[in-house]
């Protein structure tokens, strides 16, 4: 029964489609009488006759069917006719130009053919649809040409066109492209000119960019350093790629600091080439002052700002202190080395030591570095050696000093000590003497001489200062009784055991004088006496001898020449005083009573004896 509802369903639809379309086909005028106005419903129907299917179509009848062709055929011929008339059309358009009449006419040919029907298109001839789609091509290629002048003269001059235009200009440059070969032979020269210039201009500004970009990545001058050369290089080689124009478009910091960089490298080059001298710099070398002089050549050559560069200029000024300071440690060492041995200087050394000692002293720790020990040692020795001579003297002028004024036995030892120590100086040292030290010595030595060339009634010419004459009177005894024997009858008016002593550092030594000696022997009462003679007692070989010397004497005083160690004795011939001469009588008294006392004791000593 669903089967059946749905059969019966579908029936009632198509009948409903049949009465649709002959009640469609029915408003329809008939076929000689179809006009434009009727297209539309004709077509209508004919789109429902067409959806018919062939048993529907059984249920018209044979007018419905034969109006409904007829009107179809009706509609082709108003299709033709339209055809033609829109042909027509377009061959009327005639050579189209780039004016308003022409884009009229060819629009009007354009919307009159749209207008058609699909059939009626269809009789259109393809040569006269060609005419007018080559006008239109035309009228296209026009506007087209149109629309690139406008966007062209839009676009800023050559001389103002900024990187930010260049989107514009590439869009315009995009239309251009855009056109046909006919299109662009329609477009204006100068307006193409002009796109041209301005794509030069941007080609122009983004190569000036690129470079500008290049140097403003680089450093600034004052962080530049040796290993950007190669961006440096590469930079310039940029530049150098680029047109005059481009050159002229980059900022003109830009090229200045380019300059800069490049001045800075080619000094940072100068400035290494001192510093690798200053390192290749061998301070154990032989020529190492060559070394450092050559190198401060090379900086000195540098610029000021070159200068600057160099890392090395506190290590050259280290180096040339260091030969300053050689150089004038060797100046010392020489001084020194003119230097007499230690044991060889002498007080004429003095200012050549102490030039030297001040040289030394003058001397930075540094320098003095550079000063060998051996120097040093030999300069200390030197100073101590002077100063041992100096002292000497001074020790010695203190010990004169320190003498009396008047001589006395007891000052003997220090002055022969002083004495000693003078004789010990070198012909230099007594020079550096001073005047009064050496008066103080020898007005002492006189003194001295004085004292010790005297004793008793003998004095002795002819001998040093510190030898000291001994002369021990002789009055009795074997010695005394031979010597008076030896007189051969003559009285002894005295004798004497004479010697001599030397005073060495203080101390008496026996000494026997190598020169001649005068001895001078004072006696009061010789005038008493005549035919005076000196005897002298000495060793022989065997036995004491004895034996007269020469001898003067005048005024009471015999004088006699030294003839060795031993007894002399003056013997002479008595004379009595003259009368009224008291003196001489009390002499010639004495000298009976020294007589008769002498031969008294020479029975007393012969008694005791046997």
């Known amino acids: 029964n669903l089967e059946k509802l749905k059969k019966l369903e579908a029936e009632i639809k198509s009948f409903k489609e049949i009465d649709s379309f002959k009640e469609k086909l029915a408003a329809l005028p008939e076929a000689d009488k179809v006009t434009r106005d009727d297209k539309a419903a004709i077509k209508d129907a004919k789109k429902d006759y067409e959806a018919l299917t062939d048993e529907q179509k059984d249920y018209l009848t044979g007018a419905e069917t034969e109006k409904m062709l007829a009107l179809i055929e009706a509609l082709d011929n108003i299709a033709k006719i339209e055809a033609k008339n829109v042909e027509e059309l377009i061959n009327s358009i005639g050579t189209v130009t780039d004016t308003a009449e022409s884009r009229e006419k060819v629009k009007a040919a354009r919307e009159a053919y749209n207008d058609l029907s699909r059939e009626a298109k269809d009789y259109v001839s393809a040569d006269v649809l060609a005419k007018l789609e080559a006008a239109e091509t035309k009228i296209n290629d026009y506007d087209a040409a149109k629309r690139f002048n406008d966007a062209a003269s839009a676009l800023p001059k050559a001389d103002d066109v900024k ?174 080395e003119a230097l007499p041995k230690a044991e060889d200087v002498k007080l004429a050394d003095e200012k050549a030591i102490t030039d030297a000692k001040a040289a030394l002293d003058a001397l930075t720790e540094a320098q003095k570095k550079y000063v060998s020990d051996e120097a040093k040692d030999k300069l200390t020795n030197d100073m101590n050696a002077l100063n041992g001579l100096k002292e000497e003297i001074k020790d010695i002028e203190n010990a004169l000093e320190n003498l009396p004024k008047d001589m006395t036995e007891d000052a003997m030892s220090d002055l022969s000590k002083a004495s000693d120590d003078y004789d010990a100086l070198t012909d230099e040292q007594k020079e550096a003497l001073s005047n009064e030290a050496k008066k103080r010595l020898e007005d002492a030595k006189q003194q001295a001489a004085v004292i010790n060339h005297t004793s008793g009634n003998v004095t002795a010419e002819g001998l040093e200062w510190n030898v000291k004459l001994i002369a021990t009177p002789v009055t009795e005894g074997e010695r005394y009784d031979a010597m008076k024997g ?24 026996p000494y026997e004088p190598q020169n001649e000696v005068n001895l001078i022997i004072n006696e009061k009462s010789l005038s008493n006496y005549k035919d005076v003679a000196v005897l002298h007692e000495y060793a022989g070989d065997e036995k004491t001898v004895y034996g007269e010397i020469e001898s003067k004497n005048a005024d009471n005083k015999v004088a006699f020449t030294y003839a060795g160690e031993g007894g002399y004795a003056i013997a002479g011939n008595f004379v009595a005083p003259k009368t009224g001469d008291s003196a001489s009588l009390v002499l010639y008294m004495a000298a009976l009573i020294a007589a008769a006392a002498v031969c008294i004791a020479m029975v007393v000593y012969k008694k005791k004896k046997a």
């Open 163 to 336: 990187l930010s235009d260049k989107s514009a200009i590439a869009a315009v440059r995009d239309i251009y492209n855009a056109l046909t070969p006919e299109a662009k032979g329609y477009v204006n020269q100068e307006m193409l000119t002009k796109l041209i210039l301005d794509e030069q201009r941007i080609t122009d500004l983004e190569a000036a960019k690129a470079v500008d970009d290049v140097i403003e990545a680089l450093p600034s001058a004052d962080k530049l350093k040796l290993s950007d050369k190669e961006a440096v290089e590469e930079a310039r080689s940029k530049y150098n790629a680029l047109t005059p124009v481009q050159r002229a478009l980059l900022k003109k910091e830009n090229s200045d600091k380019l300059t800069a960089l490049e001045t800075a490298i080619s000094d940072m080059e100068a400035a290494k080439a001192v510093d690798d001298a200053i390192d290749a710099i061998d301070m154990t070398a032989v020529d190492k002052a060559e070394q450092v002089a050559k190198a401060r050549g090379a900086y000195d050559k540098l610029t000021e700002n070159q200068k600057k560069y160099v890392n090395n200029l506190s290590k050259l000024e280290g180096y040339e202190q260091q030969l300053s300071d050689e150089e004038k440690a060797q100046g010392v060492e020489k001084l020194i």
């Open 486 to 509: 030896a007189a051969k009858g003559k009285a002894l008016v005295s004798m004497y055991d004479i010697r001599f002593v030397q005073l060495v550092r203080g101390e008496y030594l």
